[in-house]
């Protein structure tokens, strides 16, 4: 008997959901939910997806790699919002917005009766902290580069209870853009810690699920260094189907910290994860050979805005005992020596080799993808060995007896490329132009590192000499690209923390990008920007090599799957997916 109660419970264990997630909330009078027009769902199961690398934080004012990122933009509410499948600009926490016939005021409106994953109510005050916060220069969030408009910071100004009036000290264009990339923040969360200093080291992995609240769908929940990171349902979320029920539909969403690709295929392919992105061309028609035998679909989507690229250190300020690495930035800081290395590297074989022809050389950092803005202009330029020793001769390199270049001071032209050792086609692409530069005579050694290794020493210790890195995939606008193009702004990669420009080209950048961004007429914001990637072109800051397709996969229970070429690829509308036969158990 004994032995059958213990069965039978069991038996009702596994028949319930993994955990006792919160149920939503229910719709009262007074709160002004927005609509959404998908296929209404039900309830229940939870979303296994996995990660390259593990997120660094989980604040928003200071995320910068793409896992914090993938797992924050699932936690966060903006005023306004780019829909990924449409690339238009729409209602979100605001209901509403007017701009003034002058283009200088925008007037938002905020939907009545909505509230924070802790049940705190959203007010005018925490959209008036979180824009002090983004506009604070101590913190270098990356949304400030955006919100500073004619050299002046937005002025944000309260109107009354639920309505916010933003002054520009002059026009934006596509101002309405922005506001997509501004998370509204809890300022009764987050005032104590902004007063004391203390606000960029909120919101770590290991802070208590309590400590942290957003207008998401989801909020945070566990974490397990190595394994994974767990959201579970905002109760209080402020979407509802065409059924009046409260969204999302899924319970919980899991990441899985799965550093190899190949292993997230296996994983995938098994079940245990419901979507993948972000995959090789090999790895994509691996699954799709064995889709016909296995529960899921795959899509490629076509070329989509991310860019790879190659970029040199050329920062001011180095860490101690970097004399060695001085002595590399005067060929790093030549254009003739980035243009000599442009040339050396074979694009098409990337393409070729790394996507298997599913993807597209750059010559600049705009794909083409990027129908609007794309300066058609620019040819993407052959890989010519023969023009590349002309450039380097006219820079004063020779060539000793076994073929070694050597600068002007009869040094050999050596250095390290870091690739983050989670990313396969970027190690890959590292290693073909460690290839083609032993052609030229340089000797480049590739060094992958994990990730987040990676980036302190890009954006923290300036430790690194070469590194292959990824941009792109936000907006197809030019305007989320200011933080990278200003000379100032907090993704200026080649040198970060300039007070002015360090050259005359990039200060040419910075005045066409200041200039744009206040340009209305889109022909004319399209002239500067093709100006822009001339520039960029010609003076090679990041070396770019090719951009990818994107090649998604869903299992066939999802429905309202709907993968976009911005990001994030799948999960941009994980508020709206649920299962079509049922909610898993695991």
Not at 32 to 50: D, K, N, W
Request: hydrophobic share 40%; glycine share 6%; net charge positive.
């Amino acid at each position: 008997m004994r032995f059958r109660v213990l069965l039978w419970v069991c038996a009702l264990l596994l028949s319930q959901p993994a955990s006792a997630a919160e149920q939503p909330q229910p719709i009262k009078t007074g709160e002004e939910l927005l609509t959404t027009q998908s296929e209404p769902g039900s309830y229940g199961g939870r979303l296994v997806f996995a990660l390259r690398a593990e997120p660094k934080t989980l604040n928003p004012v200071t995320a910068i790699d793409a896992p914090s990122r993938d797992v924050i933009g699932r936690m966060i509410g903006d005023l306004l919002h780019i829909n990924r499948a449409t690339q238009l600009t729409e209602p979100a926490l605001a209901k509403e917005w007017k701009v003034s016939p002058d283009g200088l005021r925008y007037t938002l409106t905020l939907r009545r009766g909505l509230r924070f994953s802790d049940g705190h109510p959203l007010g005018v005050e925490d959209v008036l902290f979180s824009f002090e916060v983004y506009l604070d220069e101590k913190l270098h969030a990356p949304q400030r580069d955006l919100l500073v408009v004619g050299g002046k910071p937005i002025v944000v100004r309260r109107v009354d209870a639920q309505t916010v009036a933003f002054e520009l000290s002059q026009p934006y264009a596509a101002a309405e853009r922005l506001f997509d990339s501004v998370p509204i923040l809890p300022k009764h969360l987050l005032l104590k810690a902004y007063q004391e200093g203390k606000l960029a080291q909120a919101w770590g992995l290991n802070a208590p699920a309590s400590s942290m609240a957003g207008l998401g769908p989801y909020r945070f929940k566990e974490y397990v260094p190595g394994q994974r990171l767990v959201l579970e349902r905002n109760p209080y979320y402020w979407k509802m189907d065409r059924r009046k029920k409260r969204l999302p539909y899924l319970d919980e969403v899991v990441f899985l910290f799965v550093t190899s690709e190949d292993a997230q295929v296996i994983r995938f392919q098994s079940g245990e994860t419901n979507l993948i992105s972000r995959m090789s061309a090999d790895n994509y028609a691996v699954l799709e050979r064995d889709r016909g035998q296995r529960p899921y679909q795959m899509y490629d989507l076509g070329p989509g805005l991310e860019y790879n690229f190659l970029f040199f250190n050329q920062n001011t300020v180095l860490p101690k005992d970097a004399s060695k690495l001085a002595e590399k930035q005067a060929w790093f800081r030549d254009r003739r020596f980035r243009q000599a290395v442009s040339l050396a590297i074979d694009r098409n074989a990337i393409v070729r080799l790394v996507f298997r022809g599913r993807g597209a050389p750059l010559q600049t950092h705009v794909t083409p993808a990027n129908r609007v803005w794309i300066n058609t202009a620019i040819p993407v330029e052959p890989r010519s060995l023969a023009k590349a020793r002309e450039v380097l001769k006219s820079a004063g390199y020779s060539w000793s007896a076994d073929g070694a270049l050597l600068d002007d001071k009869r040094r050999p032209v050596e250095f390290s490329i870091l690739s983050s050792a989670s990313n396969a086609q970027r190690t890959q692409m590292a290693t073909m132009i460690q290839s083609d530069l032993k052609e030229l005579g340089i000797k480049a050694t590739v060094v992958p590192l994990e990730f987040r290794s990676v980036l302190d020493r890009v954006f923290q210790t300036h430790d690194y000499e070469a590194v292959v890195l990824a941009l792109g995939g936000g907006d197809i606008d030019p305007n989320p690209q200011m933080n990278v193009w200003l000379s100032s702004g907090s993704n200026h990669l080649w040198n970060l923390g300039q007070t002015q420009p360090a050259t005359p080209w990039e200060a040419e950048i910075d005045t066409l990008m200041r200039k744009q961004l206040s340009t209305l007429k889109l022909k004319d914001r399209k002239r500067m920007y093709d100006r822009v990637q001339q520039l960029v072109a010609e003076h090679l800051p990041l070396i770019c090599l090719a951009s990818p397709n994107i090649l998604v996969g869903a299992q066939n229970n999802i429905a309202n799957f709907k993968p976009a070429i911005l990001e994030h690829y799948v999960l941009w509308n994980v508020d709206e997916l649920y299962y079509r036969d049922g909610s898993p158990r695991r």
